[in-house]
């Protein structure tokens, strides 16, 4: 009997203490710029990749500008800003900020493209509301409050148009856009879904989610899926294919099936978990 029990807490304890020194180490690797450098690449005519290794930010170029999709945060800032002068542009020309959702894994760069770069943050109003808030899970530099958004707002720039929807769950605010990419001139409609992280909990919150993921699909002729992790896309196994890619090859992010297929997936997997809640009630 005592040996059960001074022996069980303490392995207990080990237990506990090893998974919170993993969890660690984890979120120690995701904050390291040199473990999250990825070098930055072109994926169509107009759209680049300029974020980390486990977090998103896309650059879109138009003839008036540029458009940058998240901000990433703390030191992985420099990645984007560095990653937009090494592709041969200039910061001070991106004239928006889209941010998916005030995580600070997104919007924790926001504040630097406004005081350093003179950029516009959009943001669902929403996520206004949460930025200005308690943080979620850590705090960054709070944008100043710039456009807010709604659902089926749109933004010109030059020629180019964005349509934004509203696809709450994961925050309230989560903003998803949908765009056009050319490949070789050949213009396809891609879709940045700003926030398809399962990892919150509530009845009413799941059923938002499972409401927006209906929304995006039915989004008519959507071909590319533009992710704001890359893990939720297969981003760097699609650049692999992209660079062995020859003339007349089809491009490896043009995948409707794929964008639907994962849809279907996070779907499901929100039903299962409404369900289970709905049950332990
Ligand atoms: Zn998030």
Known sequence: MNFKAAVWPAMLL?????????????????????????????????????????VSAWLLETDQGLI???????????????????????????????????????????????????????MIEADWQLSEGEPDFRE??????????????????????LRFLQTPGHTRGVLS???????????????MFGG????????????????????LLSVPGVEVNIPNHPAFGDVFARNELLQQHQDGDPHPFVDPESWIAWLELLRGDAQTRLDAELAAN
Not at 33 to 52: E, I, M, T
Not at 199 to 213: K, P, Q, T
């Open 196 to 215: 398809a992280g399962l990892n919150f909990e509530g009845a009413d919150r799941l059923r938002m989610y499972i409401d927006s993921v209906g929304q």
């Open 177 to 191: 856009t949908v765009f056009t990419v050319y490949d070789g001139g050949y213009p396809h409609t891609a879709v």
């Open 140 to 161: 960054y530099p709070r944008p100043m409050r710039h456009l807010s958004l709604g659902n089926g707002d749109t933004l010109n720039l030059g020629r180019t148009r």
């Open 14 to 54: 080990t237990h506990v203490l090893g998974m919170h020194q993993g969890l660690a180490q984890e979120a120690a690797a995701r904050d390291d710029l040199q473990q999250q450098r990825v070098a930055p690449f072109q994926v169509f005519d107009n759209l680049y990749y300029v974020g980390a290794r486990w």
């Open 68 to 122: 940058l999709f998240d901000s990433l945060y703390g030191d992985l800032v420099d990645l984007a800003v560095d990653g937009i002068r090494e592709l041969g542009f200039d910061p001070d020309d991106v004239r928006y900020v889209i941010v998916s959702h005030a995580h600070y894994d997104h919007a924790g760069g926001a504040q630097r493209f406004q005081r350093d770069f003179g950029a516009v943050v959009l």
